[in-house]
């Protein structure tokens, strides 16, 4: 997982090092012991100048690896802030403090207000959630692994079939219910979604359910047709939590749709699917950054328990050892 960006900041911290080690050597104000760690004859303060390169580098590659441009900036100017007026007395300590301001960057970037557990707290009864998403990005598999993983946590959940648009949907998540011994509510296809979704909220309450979990349907994030949908659902019954499922394989354009569902339906939290494939992270980087919302859970994998809670230490830690 993030393979590509594990590497590119690997790669940074080393150019870093090299480059602040370099015009010491080229001083001659440098020792080299046996295990070929430079010393400093004198005590090296880190400049501007010593990393601007690298660092400009560094953007270009986050930006390659489809790291939002605002979070790309933000992550060389904060390594910037940190690094520059250290003090150094050999190439190992460039090595740490690069390590450590780049982590702290990513820290920062990840870190939103809204701390996921409370967010997620089932407070209300039943409890409402709504996900939405273009379509294929693993919007019907991503219920199925929650309703999973809410059962886990003693919770009943019952799952409406509100994608009535493609062809195939609702048979696929009746499978899921199946299998997972889950009840689905369903209407026929092309019936009115924003029904079906009122028929789970019901079911739930008359048979004293806990959470409730709507599939929508997907198509281009472009199409008002969908966005009217998603408005009439949400107006129908008022959920108190809308997730927004987005593909991390896709990068940037996951982020561009989050943006959009965001501005017309308002989204509380992001779920990234396909997170086992993506070795490049732009969009787990960019996406809470750009939105302001938190990451809650990543896809990885297409069984049912391939889903992890998203914890920023746990990210930093995956892109740092
Ligand atoms: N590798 C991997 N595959 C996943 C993951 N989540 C979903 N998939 C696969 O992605 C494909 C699409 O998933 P669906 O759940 O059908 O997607 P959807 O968003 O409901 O699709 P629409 O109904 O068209 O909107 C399926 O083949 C899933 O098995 C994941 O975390 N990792």
Request: zero cysteines; glycine letters at 6%; a positive charge.
């Amino acid at each position: 997982m993030f393979e590509s960006l594990k590497n590119k900041l690997n790669k940074a911290v080393k150019k870093i090092t090299k480059s602040v080690s370099k015009k010491e050597i080229e001083k001659g104000k440098v020792e080299e012991n046996k295990s070929g760690i430079f010393s400093f004859i004198k005590e090296k303060t880190i400049s501007e100048d010593d990393i601007e390169d690298v660092l400009w580098e560094l953007q270009l590659e986050l930006l390659e690896g489809d790291v939002a441009l605002e979070v790309a900036e933000k992550i060389t100017e904060s390594v910037k802030k940190e690094l520059v007026g250290k003090k150094v007395k050999r190439s190992t300590d460039i090595d740490k403090y690069t390590r450590n301001a780049l982590k702290n960057a990513i820290l920062e970037i990840l870190k939103t207000d809204s701390n996921v557990e409370d967010l997620l707290k089932i407070k209300k009864k039943p409890f409402v959630i709504l996900f939405v998403g273009v379509n294929g990005t693993g919007k019907t598999t991503t219920i199925a692994k929650l309703a999973k993983y809410f059962m886990e946590k003693g919770l009943v959940p019952v799952i409406a079939a509100a994608d009535t648009f493609r062809a195939g949907a609702i048979e696929q998540i009746t499978k899921h219910g199946e299998k997972l011994g889950v009840k689905v509510i369903k209407h026929k296809k092309g019936s009115d979604p924003a029904a079906v979704a009122y028929d789970a909220v019901n079911h739930a309450k008359s048979k004293n359910k806990d959470v409730v979990l709507i599939d929508t349907a997907g198509r281009m994030q472009t199409n008002m047709n969908l966005m009217e949908e998603m408005a009439k659902i949400k107006r129908v019954v008022n959920p108190d939590f809308i997730i927004f499922v987005g593909d991390a394989l896709t990068g940037n354009d996951a982020v561009e749709q989050a943006k959009m569902f965001d501005e017309k339906i308002g989204i509380d939290g992001v779920i990234l699917t396909k997170a086992d494939a993506d070795t490049r992270g732009g969009a787990a980087i960019s996406i809470s950054y750009v939105i302001g919302k938190p990451i809650l859970f990543l896809g990885i994998g297409q069984n049912y328990d391939d889903l992890i809670e998203f914890k920023p230490e746990w990210v930093v830690k995956q892109l740092f050892t």
